[in-house]
């Protein structure tokens, strides 16, 4: 498979602690992205990071990227039970096609 | 502004049956894409358009999945003689030219009873 895979595939949290997951991927990449998924919007982009870039921020997000591990994490600091979501990596490769991975299911406490 | 839209939000039909999922872009978006997602799956690439062209349709489950693109606008995804496996959420989504983040809509649910 050439899906990007998330871990863990579920995680529960108080509100106000750090949440992390990992994705990891098995071919070469132009960039790999996050989204999150809730039942009230949907799918929502929430970061982009290129093959040239190791780590990127956006608010409470952290996302790195070790091309040589083929992989990548998502740091969601100081959670809010509004993060309660699915949250997906995927990584794009020949030319506009996606991968999704199963996605982690995070639960924040309130 | 509009975000993607898709219709029926809901569809249910019996085994055998052809039906047409219709996706609305975003407005200057050239790219479209279809994804398919099983209950408490991650989503499964089926096409890709730029412009009315669809270049890879290797993504499509098979033969009796097609789709097409009019106007570099609206998109459908018709699928012919339904099976039960075909029972999934089905997401469209945008993006702008030159541009990866995509933008979805709230996708169709099929149900092939």
């Known amino acids: 498979s050439q899906q990007g895979e998330e871990d863990p595939q579920a995680l529960s949290i108080q509100e106000g602690e750090n949440a992390t997951m990992n994705c990891s991927y098995k071919t070469s990449i132009n960039n790999l992205q996050w989204y999150r998924q809730n039942s009230g919007r949907g799918l929502v982009h929430l970061i982009l990071?290129?093959?040239?870039?190791r780590e990127k921020h956006s608010g409470r997000l952290r996302v790195t990227l070790d091309t040589s591990k083929k992989s990548s994490s998502l740091l969601i600091t100081a959670s809010r039970a509004a993060d309660t979501a699915s949250y997906f990596c995927t990584t794009q490769y020949n030319f506009n096609k996606f991968y999704f991975g199963s996605g982690t299911k995070l639960n924040v406490k309130p | 502004g509009a975000g993607v839209s898709q219709s029926p939000s809901n569809k249910v039909t019996e085994k055998g049956k052809d039906v047409e999922l219709r996706c609305d872009p975003i407005s200057g978006h050239t790219a479209l894409y279809w994804y398919r997602q099983s209950l408490g799956q991650g989503l499964e690439f089926l096409i890709y358009f730029q412009g009315n062209s669809a270049p890879d349709k290797s993504g499509l489950p098979s033969d009796r999945f097609s789709a097409e693109r009019t106007g570099g606008s609206v998109s459908t995804l018709t699928i012919q003689r339904t099976q039960q496996e075909d029972s999934a959420v089905y997401l469209c989504?945008?993006?702008?030219?030159?541009?990866?983040?995509?933008?979805f809509g709230p996708g169709t649910r099929l149900t092939v009873t």
């Open positions: 989504a945008s993006s702008r030219p030159g541009q990866d983040e995509q933008y």
């Open positions: 990071i290129r093959s040239n870039e």
